[in-house]
């Protein structure tokens, strides 16, 4: 028996798949077959892609010019089509969009609900001197007149970009200064913790840095009576749209590599970089990636938490696109329940709205599992056929956790990608078995390697994830980038005519994938490099610790080229690292790794700093320790965890 096997669909489930489905139309009786064709002719897979997962549009007849230049290839250049048409093709009484705002907000948009709300935002835009690309942004949760903004504003053809109000006033400037919006669309206050938090004094500061918006519309959350006079050119949500009544959506048919959203790196080494997503690439990609590998089908309620700055935003509205309703979420994951217990809640909503794919991170996967919750005894999750996890690389202990406390029989998609390619690298699978600690496969139209440092590709080790050909989400730029530099120096200077996207990562026996951490945090001590996860995975194993943060010190201090390992822990509260808890985190290491994975330093620190999105900084603590700046903490959901790291008396021995 393989102990690696943790769960296998039934041929009656795989029969009944979409994959299933699509691999028949196809010609294929099995996913690496089905995966080489895609990858090989593109022109024949992705025009199947269209038909068959229902995209609308003229599609043209030629699929790919310059298919062999990355950057620089250009994806069905007779195409004319608008991503909004395609999320907004039903109308009827079903559900489109359920928002809970913890416990305290509860509400629900029927399709043609949400349709006619589209219908009159875009009006008032429209008679706010809004037309085809604009730019216009929210500063927003993720709530239903988040999505109502984004259709409108994209349907006419201008373009959106969003950021959560959780960022402070100069992480906000820092990125719709770059892109100049007209109307910025903001929220009054949100939720967090049971507790309001207000926006509007933010919003007054961010307008008045953005020379560019001519009206602010402010959307009621906490209340419907905030005063928008002291906000420049201020209009509530519900002034701004009463003037209009609810008729047909306007709907541009664009070309296929029209931008459609802006995107923004994390921007922790420096002003985020602007990727520029477009209509066609993105509704190519999530067709495929909810369609097929997530097997999402009319009728389905599709849940992943997230805020508007991060891609998986993104990626879950698409689902519109597939028929699905949209399971929306703001506030803290870790509100209690109805059994008191706290992140019992996603559980809560899980069951009370039906949901089938329960998608989050992995850091709440862990953080459910040291609070020793279990879903599956408190809860019935009967709907759920899927869970999603990304953000970072899910342990295997992870995968353990969810198959015996969340639910056996179900989909477990550990996926990763980008906000740089607004989708996947690498997904699930619901034809295929889930090994502990594997990502299932590489994503059809994919071409998905580990390259060696000397570029060739290998299998069973340790290298750089890449992609040896074009895909239709690729970024059609960045924005202010006119001679296209910056693009080409973000994915295509480590290896030519390849994009390289920054991970450490293996393709294993099974043809999954291990992700081992981002390439540029890899640490590389005695000239060996190892992924932070690995280290990771063994220290958050001990009960004592709740995560964990690793870099590579230079050592001795102004050598080139040699490091050590240096480990931060957050413990429970209540413990103290002392030596023989310190010797316990080493050897655990070194018993489930190597001697070289050992830390030589073992600290202990009372927060972790991490992006919006929940990342944790390994770069920007390195620059904290090495006395260098960190240049936008801005990006930080928690910028003063950093001061735990600075002038560390243990790091100068």
């Not at 008679?127 to 942004?137: F, N, S």
């Not at 506030?331 to 209690?336: D, K, L, N, R």
Request: proline share 6%.
């Amino acid at each position: 028996m393989n102990d690696s096997l943790l769960w296998t669909p039934s041929p009656e489930k795989i029969a009944a798949t979409n994959m299933a489905a699509f691999m028949r139309r196809a010609g294929f009786d099995n996913y690496e077959a089905l995966w080489q064709w895609s990858v090989d002719q593109p022109d024949a897979f992705w025009p199947l892609v269209w038909d068959f997962c229902g995209a609308i549009g003229e599609r043209g007849n030629a699929v790919l010019e310059h298919g062999d230049r990355m950057p620089g290839a250009i994806w069905f250049p007779q195409a004319k089509l608008n991503y909004a048409e395609n999320l907004l093709k039903l109308r009827d009484d079903g559900d489109a969009l359920v928002f809970w705002g913890e416990g305290k907000v509860k509400r629900r948009l029927s399709r043609g609900q949400l349709y006619a709300e589209v219908s009159r935002f875009q009006q008032a835009l429209k008679a706010a001197g809004v037309t085809e690309g604009d730019r216009v942004a929210g500063y927003l949760p993720n709530m239903p007149e988040t999505i109502v903004a984004m259709l409108a504003t994209t349907a006419l053809g201008a373009v959106w970009s969003s950021a959560s109000p959780d960022f402070g006033v100069q992480g906000v400037v820092d990125r719709f200064g770059q892109i100049a919006p007209k109307v910025l669309v903001c929220v009054d206050g949100y939720w967090y913790n049971g507790k309001a938090v207000d926006c509007m004094a933010k919003n007054a500061e961010a307008v008045a840095l953005l020379p560019s918006v001519e009206k602010t519309v402010v959307v009621g959350y906490l209340s419907d009576s905030a005063d928008v006079a002291p906000i420049r050119n201020g209009v509530r949500w519900a002034d701004f749209v009463a003037p209009h009544a609810a008729g047909e959506v306007e709907i541009l048919r664009l070309p296929f590599d029209h931008p459609l959203f802006v995107m923004y790196s994390s921007g922790t080494t420096g002003v985020p970089k602007c990727i520029v997503h477009c209509h066609g690439g993105a509704l190519l990609q999530h067709l495929k990636e909810h369609q097929l590998h997530s097997d999402v089908k009319p009728g389905d309620r599709v849940f992943y938490f997230t805020t508007c700055g991060w891609m998986m935003w993104n990626w879950l509205v698409s689902g519109l696109a597939s028929g699905a309703a949209l399971l929306l979420y703001d506030g803290s994951p870790f509100v209690a329940g109805a059994d008191g217990k706290n992140g019992s809640i996603l559980f809560d909503y899980a069951d009370a709205e039906g949901m089938t794919h329960f998608g989050t991170s992995a850091k709440f996967i862990d953080a459910v599992a040291k609070a020793e919750l279990s879903p599956r005894r408190s809860h019935r999750l009967a709907s759920v056929r899927a869970m999603f996890s990304t953000g970072s690389p899910l342990a295997p202990e992870g995968f353990d956790y969810v198959y015996r406390e969340i639910k056996g029989d179900m989909l477990l998609a550990s996926i990763s990608g980008g906000t740089d390619i607004l989708s996947c690298f690498v997904l699930g699978n619901p034809v295929l078995p889930v090994h502990r600690g594997e990502i299932q496969c590489r994503g059809l139209g994919m071409a998905v390697e580990v390259f060696d440092d000397e570029g060739r590709p290998v299998r069973g080790e340790k290298g750089e994830l890449v992609c040896t050909k074009p895909f239709p989400a690729m970024p059609v730029e960045f924005w202010n980038d006119s001679d296209g530099s910056k693009y080409r120096a973000a994915y295509f200077e480590r290896f030519d005519n390849l994009w390289c996207h920054g991970d450490f990562a293996e393709i294993t026996a099974h043809g999954g994938m291990i992700i081992y951490g981002r390439s540029d945090a890899t640490l590389n001590p005695g000239g060996v490099r190892i992924g932070t996860a690995e280290i990771y995975r063994q220290v958050e194993k001990l009960p004592e610790v709740v995560e964990s943060l690793v870099i590579g010190q230079d050592w001795p201090p102004g050598a080139i080229g040699d490091v050590r390992v240096v480990l931060f822990v957050k413990l429970r509260e209540g413990e103290t690292l002392d030596d023989a808890l310190a010797d316990r985190v080493k050897k655990q290491i070194r018993d489930n790794t190597t001697p070289r994975h050992v830390p030589a330093r073992v600290l202990q620190v009372a927060d972790i700093p991490r992006t919006k999105s929940g990342k944790i900084v390994e770069l920007a603590v390195r620059n904290v320790v090495h006395g260098r700046a960190v240049k936008n903490v801005e990006a930080l959901a928690n910028p003063e965890a950093l001061e735990h790291f600075r002038d560390r008396p243990e790091l100068q021995s």
